[in-house]
Protein backbone atom coordinates (compact mmCIF):
# COMPACT_ATOMS: atom_id res chain seq x y z
CA UNK A 1 0.00 0.00 0.00
CA UNK A 2 1.23 3.42 -0.84
CA UNK A 3 1.44 6.37 1.12
CA UNK A 4 -0.79 8.19 -0.91
CA UNK A 5 -4.45 8.35 -1.93
CA UNK A 6 -6.11 8.07 -5.35
CA UNK A 7 -10.09 7.84 -5.86
CA UNK A 8 -11.04 6.72 -9.26
CA UNK A 9 -14.85 7.57 -10.17
CA UNK A 10 -15.72 6.52 -13.22
CA UNK A 11 -18.95 4.69 -14.25
CA UNK A 12 -16.92 2.17 -16.91
CA UNK A 13 -15.66 -0.76 -14.53
CA UNK A 14 -13.08 -1.78 -16.76
CA UNK A 15 -11.61 1.35 -16.63
CA UNK A 16 -11.41 1.61 -13.01
CA UNK A 17 -9.81 -1.63 -12.52
CA UNK A 18 -7.40 -1.23 -15.35
CA UNK A 19 -6.50 2.15 -14.05
CA UNK A 20 -6.50 0.77 -10.79
CA UNK A 21 -3.98 -2.34 -11.57
CA UNK A 22 -1.52 0.09 -13.27
CA UNK A 23 -1.29 2.24 -10.09
CA UNK A 24 -1.52 -0.05 -7.49
CA UNK A 25 1.89 -0.26 -6.63
CA UNK A 26 2.64 3.04 -6.38
CA UNK A 27 -0.20 4.34 -3.66
CA UNK A 28 -3.66 3.18 -2.42
CA UNK A 29 -6.17 2.95 -5.01
CA UNK A 30 -9.66 2.68 -4.71
CA UNK A 31 -13.02 2.87 -7.03
CA UNK A 32 -16.67 3.68 -7.69
CA UNK A 33 -18.89 3.96 -9.89
CA UNK A 34 -21.71 6.63 -9.50
CA UNK A 35 -21.38 10.05 -8.37
CA UNK A 36 -23.43 9.63 -5.22
CA UNK A 37 -20.60 7.00 -3.74
CA UNK A 38 -17.77 9.18 -5.36
CA UNK A 39 -19.16 12.34 -2.47
CA UNK A 40 -19.28 9.53 0.11
CA UNK A 41 -15.28 8.09 -0.09
CA UNK A 42 -14.00 11.73 -1.01
CA UNK A 43 -15.58 12.38 2.40
CA UNK A 44 -14.11 9.02 4.14
CA UNK A 45 -10.85 8.75 2.14
CA UNK A 46 -9.91 12.54 1.74
CA UNK A 47 -7.89 11.39 -1.49
CA UNK A 48 -5.01 13.16 -2.61
CA UNK A 49 -5.61 12.68 -6.29
CA UNK A 50 -9.00 12.28 -7.77
CA UNK A 51 -10.03 10.66 -11.61
CA UNK A 52 -13.38 12.22 -11.99
CA UNK A 53 -15.98 10.92 -14.93
CA UNK A 54 -17.79 14.27 -15.41
CA UNK A 55 -20.49 11.99 -17.05
CA UNK A 56 -21.31 9.91 -13.34
CA UNK A 57 -24.48 8.56 -12.70
CA UNK A 58 -26.68 9.79 -9.82
CA UNK A 59 -24.87 13.14 -9.23
CA UNK A 60 -22.65 14.25 -12.12
CA UNK A 61 -19.16 14.95 -11.75
CA UNK A 62 -19.91 19.03 -12.94
CA UNK A 63 -22.38 19.34 -9.25
CA UNK A 64 -19.93 17.11 -7.00
CA UNK A 65 -17.07 19.85 -8.49
CA UNK A 66 -19.50 22.46 -6.62
CA UNK A 67 -20.05 21.27 -3.52
CA UNK A 68 -16.24 20.64 -3.30
CA UNK A 69 -15.85 24.36 -4.56
CA UNK A 70 -17.32 25.88 -1.03
CA UNK A 71 -15.03 23.56 0.85
CA UNK A 72 -11.14 24.32 2.03
CA UNK A 73 -10.55 20.66 0.51
CA UNK A 74 -9.04 20.45 -2.70
CA UNK A 75 -7.54 17.25 -4.25
CA UNK A 76 -5.81 17.02 -7.42
CA UNK A 77 -8.56 17.04 -9.64
CA UNK A 78 -8.18 14.77 -13.06
CA UNK A 79 -11.03 14.86 -15.12
CA UNK A 80 -12.26 12.90 -17.79
CA UNK A 81 -15.28 13.47 -20.22
CA UNK A 82 -17.07 12.12 -23.52
CA UNK A 83 -18.69 15.81 -23.98
CA UNK A 84 -15.81 18.80 -24.69
CA UNK A 85 -18.62 21.62 -24.99
CA UNK A 86 -17.90 24.93 -23.82
CA UNK A 87 -20.18 24.70 -20.97
CA UNK A 88 -18.18 21.70 -19.40
CA UNK A 89 -14.76 23.26 -20.08
CA UNK A 90 -16.01 26.91 -18.96
CA UNK A 91 -17.20 24.40 -15.90
CA UNK A 92 -13.93 22.36 -15.37
CA UNK A 93 -11.87 25.80 -15.25
CA UNK A 94 -14.03 27.72 -12.77
CA UNK A 95 -14.20 24.48 -10.38
CA UNK A 96 -10.37 24.08 -10.01
CA UNK A 97 -10.32 20.72 -12.18
CA UNK A 98 -6.46 20.83 -12.88
CA UNK A 99 -6.76 18.60 -15.55
CA UNK A 100 -9.14 17.76 -18.45
CA UNK A 101 -8.87 14.68 -20.67
CA UNK A 102 -11.36 13.79 -23.04
CA UNK A 103 -12.55 10.75 -23.91
CA UNK A 104 -12.02 7.93 -24.97
CA UNK A 105 -8.46 8.52 -23.76
CA UNK A 106 -5.74 5.88 -23.57
CA UNK A 107 -5.95 4.47 -19.39
CA UNK A 108 -2.08 4.37 -19.73
CA UNK A 109 -2.20 8.31 -20.58
CA UNK A 110 -4.58 8.53 -17.26
CA UNK A 111 -1.84 6.78 -15.03
CA UNK A 112 1.13 8.82 -16.13
CA UNK A 113 -0.96 12.17 -15.07
CA UNK A 114 -1.43 10.61 -12.25
CA UNK A 115 1.94 9.64 -11.52
CA UNK A 116 3.05 12.66 -12.37
CA UNK A 117 1.07 14.48 -9.97
CA UNK A 118 2.18 11.55 -7.50
CA UNK A 119 5.49 12.30 -7.72
CA UNK A 120 5.08 16.35 -6.95
CA UNK A 121 3.06 15.53 -3.70
CA UNK A 122 4.86 15.87 -0.86
CA UNK A 123 3.93 13.36 2.35
CA UNK A 124 0.31 13.77 2.71
CA UNK A 125 -0.80 15.35 6.17
CA UNK A 126 -4.46 13.79 7.02
CA UNK A 127 -6.94 16.10 8.71
CA UNK A 128 -10.00 15.90 9.85
CA UNK A 129 -12.99 16.44 7.43
CA UNK A 130 -14.13 19.64 6.90
CA UNK A 131 -17.40 20.27 8.54
CA UNK A 132 -18.45 22.38 5.83
CA UNK A 133 -17.96 19.81 3.18
CA UNK A 134 -19.51 17.02 5.63
CA UNK A 135 -23.06 19.24 5.88
CA UNK A 136 -22.49 19.55 2.36
CA UNK A 137 -22.62 16.01 1.90
CA UNK A 138 -25.50 15.49 4.03
CA UNK A 139 -27.98 18.12 2.24
CA UNK A 140 -26.79 16.22 -0.99
CA UNK A 141 -28.08 13.38 0.00
CA UNK A 142 -31.02 14.54 1.06
CA UNK A 143 -31.65 15.83 -2.18
CA UNK A 144 -31.38 19.67 -1.43
CA UNK A 145 -30.57 21.30 -4.85
CA UNK A 146 -27.11 23.51 -4.91
CA UNK A 147 -28.84 25.56 -7.49
CA UNK A 148 -30.86 27.09 -4.85
CA UNK A 149 -30.15 29.61 -2.42
CA UNK A 150 -31.37 27.82 0.42
CA UNK A 151 -28.42 25.33 -0.24
CA UNK A 152 -26.08 28.07 0.84
CA UNK A 153 -28.17 28.87 3.39
CA UNK A 154 -28.22 26.06 4.87
CA UNK A 155 -24.85 25.31 5.23
CA UNK A 156 -24.84 28.41 7.32
CA UNK A 157 -27.64 27.49 9.64
CA UNK A 158 -26.46 23.90 10.07
CA UNK A 159 -22.89 24.97 10.91
CA UNK A 160 -23.76 27.62 13.23
CA UNK A 161 -26.10 25.14 14.81
CA UNK A 162 -23.33 22.82 15.45
CA UNK A 163 -21.67 25.39 17.37
CA UNK A 164 -24.73 26.83 18.84
CA UNK A 165 -27.07 24.83 19.54
CA UNK A 166 -29.38 26.80 22.21
CA UNK A 167 -29.80 30.18 19.78
CA UNK A 168 -33.01 31.26 18.41
CA UNK A 169 -34.12 30.72 15.07
CA UNK A 170 -35.62 34.13 14.31
CA UNK A 171 -33.69 36.23 16.35
CA UNK A 172 -30.43 34.95 16.08
CA UNK A 173 -29.42 32.22 13.78
CA UNK A 174 -31.40 33.58 10.66
CA UNK A 175 -29.44 36.69 11.21
CA UNK A 176 -26.65 35.58 11.14
CA UNK A 177 -26.80 33.70 8.06
CA UNK A 178 -27.82 36.63 6.84
CA UNK A 179 -25.19 38.47 7.49
CA UNK A 180 -22.49 36.05 6.88
CA UNK A 181 -24.66 35.69 3.08
CA UNK A 182 -25.53 39.49 2.49
CA UNK A 183 -28.76 39.69 2.06
CA UNK A 184 -32.01 39.84 5.03
CA UNK A 185 -33.08 37.40 7.05
CA UNK A 186 -36.53 37.40 5.78
CA UNK A 187 -34.52 35.95 2.54
CA UNK A 188 -32.97 33.39 4.50
CA UNK A 189 -35.75 32.11 6.17
CA UNK A 190 -37.93 31.49 2.56
CA UNK A 191 -35.14 30.34 1.02
CA UNK A 192 -34.58 27.53 3.16
CA UNK A 193 -38.20 26.68 3.51
CA UNK A 194 -38.23 26.61 0.11
CA UNK A 195 -35.29 24.32 -0.35
CA UNK A 196 -36.22 21.62 2.18
CA UNK A 197 -39.94 21.78 0.45
CA UNK A 198 -38.67 21.10 -2.89
CA UNK A 199 -36.15 18.09 -1.40
CA UNK A 200 -39.25 16.55 0.77
CA UNK A 201 -41.44 16.61 -2.59
CA UNK A 202 -38.56 14.64 -4.68
CA UNK A 203 -36.85 13.05 -1.60
CA UNK A 204 -35.60 8.85 -1.79
CA UNK A 205 -37.84 7.57 1.58
CA UNK A 206 -35.09 5.14 2.19
CA UNK A 207 -32.94 7.87 2.80
CA UNK A 208 -35.21 10.29 4.84
CA UNK A 209 -35.75 7.62 6.83
CA UNK A 210 -32.31 7.44 8.25
CA UNK A 211 -32.75 11.46 9.58
CA UNK A 212 -36.41 11.89 9.70
CA UNK A 213 -38.74 9.12 11.19
CA UNK A 214 -42.00 8.82 9.44
CA UNK A 215 -45.65 8.97 11.27
CA UNK A 216 -48.28 5.95 11.64
CA UNK A 217 -48.71 5.99 7.58
CA UNK A 218 -45.30 5.17 6.83
CA UNK A 219 -45.22 9.01 5.74
CA UNK A 220 -42.51 11.26 6.15
CA UNK A 221 -43.87 14.30 7.59
CA UNK A 222 -42.27 17.78 6.12
CA UNK A 223 -40.25 18.72 8.21
CA UNK A 224 -39.95 22.58 9.55
CA UNK A 225 -36.57 24.59 9.06
CA UNK A 226 -36.15 23.98 12.58
CA UNK A 227 -36.60 20.43 12.63
CA UNK A 228 -34.79 20.32 9.60
CA UNK A 229 -31.32 21.70 10.77
CA UNK A 230 -31.37 21.02 14.18
CA UNK A 231 -31.65 16.97 13.28
CA UNK A 232 -28.91 17.06 10.70
CA UNK A 233 -26.45 19.39 13.44
CA UNK A 234 -27.46 16.94 16.24
CA UNK A 235 -26.30 14.25 13.88
CA UNK A 236 -22.88 16.15 13.28
CA UNK A 237 -22.34 16.99 16.99
CA UNK A 238 -22.84 13.25 17.72
CA UNK A 239 -20.24 12.25 15.06
CA UNK A 240 -17.92 14.69 16.38
CA UNK A 241 -18.00 13.21 19.84
CA UNK A 242 -17.55 9.64 18.85
CA UNK A 243 -14.40 10.74 16.63
CA UNK A 244 -13.53 12.63 13.99
CA UNK A 245 -12.96 9.47 11.88
CA UNK A 246 -15.96 7.78 12.20
CA UNK A 247 -18.79 7.44 10.10
CA UNK A 248 -21.52 9.86 10.22
CA UNK A 249 -24.38 7.74 11.70
CA UNK A 250 -27.46 10.07 12.65
CA UNK A 251 -29.86 9.41 15.50
CA UNK A 252 -32.77 11.31 15.16
CA UNK A 253 -34.34 13.39 18.24
CA UNK A 254 -37.68 14.02 19.14
CA UNK A 255 -37.84 17.55 20.12
CA UNK A 256 -35.83 20.05 17.46
CA UNK A 257 -32.10 21.70 19.50
CA UNK A 258 -33.46 25.29 18.70
CA UNK A 259 -36.04 27.56 19.66
CA UNK A 260 -38.67 29.16 16.77
CA UNK A 261 -38.36 32.32 18.81
Not at 82 to 99: F, G, I, M, P, R
Not at 137 to 159: C, I, P, T
Request: proline share 5%.
Amino acid sequence: MGQHTVLIADSSEDFCHELRDILRRSCSVYCCYTGMKALKQIQELHPDIVVLDLMLPELDGISLLRVLSITDYHPVMIATTCLASDYVLESAQKLNVDYLMVKPCCVRAVAARVQEQLGKLNVPVKTVADLQFRISGLLLMLGVSVKLHGFRYLQEAVYSMVKMPDQSMTKELYPWVAKACDTEPSHVERSIRGAVLDAWKNRDDRVWRLYFPSNSQGVVPRPTNTVFISRIADGLRLACALGSDKKLDFVPRDKALCREN
